[in-house]
């Protein structure tokens, strides 16, 4: 009987210690009181910002016109991969479009027109941009700009840590998040760090997942290159010996007890 207790009491410690109340866990919480209709969030209705074009940015461009052959010589070849075959190269797989790099100082040379400065814009502001000053060499002309080098990358407390490459350019935190597996149970939902490069330097966000409000944040909507790092809990980055198994050892404990218990009788 003397043993019972100690293991008993024991038993009650490691289920309060395992013990992780909602609020720490679940995303995106409401307040106690209901909303009203002010106060609902409606994400498609939000006005997503568009990314920005930044030095070292790859775009694809491509002029089309009501004259297609006019339109031509504001395109950059496409280029493909080639063989050797019968003492001659020829060339194999599908052709790749062929990008522009954007220059240190936020350039970049476009057929024809020379130099351009592009970093500072969004795509639909370089497509209006190029559309003023190819309509003075082609009949109704038509831009397609988008980013081709688009990717974010999740560290930390995630299940799939790494980066990934996108060709959808609105990607929420949530999604980037889903992207890497989501978090784990030992990353923090209230601090996930977001780092972001921009003309001024490196800027460094903290958001709260578990905040309803989160999708107000100018950073809920990632933008390309950005790197989102989950932090680990208390436990977790206060102790390398953290044990991440602690409901097989409160299995163990009850078996304990209950055999303490029929060896008592």
């Known amino acids: 009987m003397k043993l019972i207790k100690p293991l008993f009491l024991l038993l009650i410690g490691i289920n309060l210690l395992s013990c992780i109340s909602r609020k720490e866990i679940a995303y995106f919480h409401e307040t106690e009181t209901a909303l009203d209709s002010a106060q609902v969030f409606n994400l498609e209705q939000m006005r997503r910002p568009q990314p920005v074009i930044k030095p070292n940015d790859q775009l694809n461009i491509i002029v089309s016109s009501s004259e297609p052959e006019a339109a031509l010589p504001f395109n950059l070849p496409t280029a493909s991969t080639g063989s050797i075959s019968n003492g ?10 062929q990008s522009y790099l954007v220059a240190s100082d936020g350039t970049i040379n476009f057929p024809v027109l ?26 109704e002309p038509v831009i397609n700009v988008r980013l081709a080098n688009f990717q974010i990358s999740v560290l930390g407390e995630v299940l799939k840590p790494g980066t990934f490459p996108l060709s959808d350019e609105y990607i929420s935190l949530p999604k980037a998040l889903g992207l890497a597996g989501d978090l784990t149970i030992y990353g923090r939902r209230d601090n996930v760090l977001v780092m972001r490069e921009e003309a001024d330097g490196m800027k460094k966000v903290y958001l709260d997942l578990t905040d309803n409000k989160i999708v107000n944040s100018p950073y809920y909507y990632l933008q390309q290159n950005d790197v989102v790092y989950v932090e680990p809990n208390g436990p977790q980055r206060q102790s390398a010996s953290y044990n991440r198994n602690a409901s097989i050892y409160i299995s163990i404990a009850s078996v304990l007890v209950s055999l303490a218990v029929l060896i008592s009788r």
């Open 88 to 97: 001659g190269m020829r060339p194999v797989g599908t052709p790749q479009l």
């Open 114 to 139: 020379g130099q351009i400065k592009v970093s500072g814009l969004s795509r639909s502001e370089l497509a209006a941009e190029l559309k003023k000053q190819l309509s003075k060499y082609l009949q």
